[in-house]
């Protein structure tokens, strides 16, 4: 057996997909040696940015009709995600310095479903009076949780007004301030961006704290609480992978894994590719490299990707847009996710925008989970449709040296997927990742 690339190595990282070039970033920044190795010849794995060939091409849909413009005006996200302006994956990127090589512009608006109408969630307390999400008194009640919910400091007793968030429930927490249940639904759907009701019967203090960072992240840019890569997600394994070379590590494309190998003990200690073999102490990667025994299916998710020549219509024309679609107001227990972008952020041509609708799967017919969503584009040009089964590892790797990402969730937004990564990261160096960075200094490195 011959040596793939230089044969040692302290870490071989498979897939380049987010959370995977996060890690190999982060690994190689402190001194370990990484093998980062992809079955693609493109960066991104799963949620990759294509152009409108290579999308055409992946959904064998023939050549792209000459309508839609220049090929390389193109970056489709597979996976469509916006970033929480103060959130913890904006706070690794200026942990990791990987701001520098990416630019990010703020998405134009955020918008809740309610009663069959598409209403903006008020981006300030003016917004908020004018809103006809609610009525007059609820909402004076709603503006008094905010102001509780802004002043509330987990370290600071005086803030709590004698509520143990601790213990007391969401549900409790709604019903102390006298907000009906149509508040409390668009509030955890649309800002505390929870997915479905359970957490109505969990301490309040999770679902608080999610609500604090929309708050916060939302006052940074007065317009929605997200921002968005000019160019697509893509930027984002490509910043980390920068910065994994830079450290030494090392990058082999259109190189798949043959086998992950296993000493007697059942531990990983490298992989085989054709008749190369490059051993580690350990390997970290997405799903789909590891051995079905283990991971497990955790459901299925269906994405839409939906060419449109016009804005979302009731949005006030916006260049791009996230609208929330609560499970409960369309009969279904999981919410459904509509995102839109367009050539503001550099992902179309000039006049063509793309709307992505996504939900958890929750029958198994994949058009009519997503018809809410599709209802609200108006003329759509061309739609292309997938179904991915998603998977967490069974272990926490330490028996087996084996650190598996989850798959991506079905919202259009990071906060779960990062709760993965971060977990990722204490798995495998036991220690927490230092999320301790202001993330108002996003400009810092522009």
Do not use: W
């Amino acid at each position: 057996m011959e040596a793939l690339a230089d044969g040692e190595y302290d870490a071989i990282v498979m897939g380049t997909g987010l959370k995977e070039c996060v890690i190999s970033g982060l690994l190689s920044v402190q001194g370990m040696r990484v093998l980062h190795m992809d079955r693609n010849d493109y960066y991104g794995a799963d949620c990759a940015s294509l152009n409108l060939t290579n999308l055409y091409k992946k959904f064998n849909a023939g050549n792209p009709p000459e309508s839609l413009g220049a090929n390389r005006d193109y970056n489709v996200d597979l996976i469509p995600k916006f970033i929480m302006a103060c959130g913890n994956l904006t706070k690794m990127l200026l942990h990791s310095k990987v701001t520098r090589y990416l630019e990010f512009k703020s998405i134009e608006g955020s918008f809740v479903y309610k009663a069959g109408k598409v209403l903006k969630v008020p981006a300030t307390p003016e917004e908020a009076l004018k809103s006809p999400l609610m009525g007059l008194f609820e909402k004076r009640r709603f503006r008094n949780f905010l102001l509780y919910v802004d002043a509330y400091d987990e370290t600071n007793p005086e803030t709590h007004k004698g509520r143990d968030l601790t213990v007391m429930t969401m549900k409790q927490l709604y019903e102390e301030f006298g907000l009906v249940p149509d508040t409390h639904q668009f509030i955890s759907h649309a800002m505390c961006l929870q997915l479905d009701e359970t957490h109505m019967n969990e301490p309040a203090l999770a679902t608080v704290k999610e609500l604090q960072t929309y708050c916060y992240s939302l006052s940074r840019y007065g317009t929605s609480p997200y921002i968005y890569p000019v160019y697509g997600l893509g930027g984002l394994p490509e910043g980390f992978s920068r910065l994994c070379a830079i450290h030494g590590g090392t990058f082999m494309l259109n190189r798949d894994v043959d086998e992950i190998q296993y000493n007697e003990k059942g531990e990983a200690i490298g992989v085989r590719s054709g008749n190369e073999m490059a051993r580690a102490k350990f390997v970290v990667g997405d799903p789909s490299y590891f051995p079905k025994e283990k991971v497990r299916a955790t459901g299925q998710i269906v994405r839409c990707i939906c060419f449109l020549n016009h804005p979302i219509p009731n949005c006030g024309d916006l260049e791009s847009a996230q609208i929330i679609i609560p499970g409960p107001q369309v009969g279904r227990k999981n919410d459904i996710f509509v995102c839109s972008l367009s050539n503001s952020h550099q992902v179309t041509a000039r006049g063509i925008y793309i709307a992505i609708v996504s939900t958890k799967m929750e029958g198994d017919n994949p058009d009519k989970e997503v018809v809410p969503g599709l209802a609200l584009l108006g003329h759509i040009m061309q739609r292309f449709t997938t179904v991915a089964t998603t998977y967490e590892p069974v272990g926490d790797g330490n028996n087996d040296k084996s650190y598996i990402s989850s798959s991506f969730d079905a919202s259009s937004h990071f906060e779960g997927d990062v709760d993965d990564l971060l977990s990722l990261y204490k798995r495998i160096t036991g220690k927490d990742l230092d999320m301790t960075i202001n993330a108002d200094s996003v400009e810092a490195d522009y």
